[in-house]
């Protein structure tokens, strides 16, 4: 599809709970990427994947997060134990390349990284 | 020091104003600059992507790059209630692992 599809859309967990969020990129598009919007807006890269590779997960808190993007099946971030600061909305985003240069065609759709609708994890 | 900043507003501006919105940016490796528009409870949408320096111009938006001022801006022209949303700066550059973002600023048209 032309849209990066992400569920659930709301999630609320108790601290200490599991959390798991679903992201199925654009068809085509090599690099799926996860990041975490905080208040003020602030984007904090989390991960990204070359198709079912980890590309670089400098972002990603090791001890209680962890991201799979498996052949056939969306992508999927987990986060064990979760803790209150982890209220967040959480948005996968797809692309051809990692710096959005498009590899396909010019058109302006298949520029930068598309971004799915998120998933608000609220921690309680 | 972030790599991208971005005043986080909030803006309000009159129906039919000139709005622009602006980042500045330290690292000169970045060579792509995009502009994302975020309506509340949704994700980014790309509005303007270029490359190096320059403008573009995309209908009532306009995008401009001065590299040797690391500074980027959107205009936005005959601005509209329904261009009320943040407005996120993002850049890259070749061999970068991902987007780097500003912090959003925070636009409202008032009718």
């Known amino acids: 599809g032309e849209e990066v599809a992400q569920t659930p859309k709301h999630l609320v967990r108790g601290e200490g709970q599991k959390a798991k969020l679903y992201c199925a990129p654009i068809?085509?598009?090599?690099?799926v990427f996860w990041y975490q919007q905080v208040l003020k807006n602030e984007f904090k890269f989390l991960i990204s994947?070359?198709?079912?590779?980890?590309?670089?997960e400098t972002g990603m808190p090791k001890e209680r997060f962890s991201a799979k993007c498996l052949p056939n099946s969306p992508c999927s971030l987990e986060i064990q134990a979760t803790k209150l600061e982890d209220s967040a909305v959480y948005f996968c985003?797809?692309?051809?390349?990692?710096?959005?240069?498009?590899?396909?065609?010019?058109?302006?759709?298949?520029?930068?990284?598309?971004f799915g609708s998120g998933t608000r994890l609220t921690v309680v | 020091q972030k790599e991208v900043e971005q005043d986080p507003g909030p803006l309000s501006v009159p129906e039919g104003a000139i709005v622009s919105l602006n980042c500045t940016y330290s690292?000169?490796?970045?060579?792509?600059f995009m502009w994302y528009r975020q309506y509340s409870r949704k994700g980014p949408e790309l509005l303007m992507y270029?490359?190096?320096?320059g403008n573009k111009e995309d209908g009532r938006f306009t995008a401009q790059v001065d590299k040797s001022s690391k500074y980027i801006s959107l205009f936005i022209r005959d601005s509209q209630p329904s261009d009320s949303a943040t407005y996120l700066c993002a850049m890259s550059y070749t061999g970068a692992n991902n987007l780097f973002f500003g912090t959003g600023t925070r636009l409202t048209v008032i009718p």
């Open positions: 690292n000169s490796a970045f060579q792509y």
């Open positions: 985003a797809s692309s051809q390349s990692l710096e959005g240069q498009p590899r396909i065609g010019e058109n302006l759709a298949n520029y930068g990284y598309t």
């Open positions: 994947f070359q198709n079912e590779n980890v590309f670089d």
């Open positions: 068809k085509g598009h090599s690099y």
């Open positions: 270029t490359y190096s320096s």
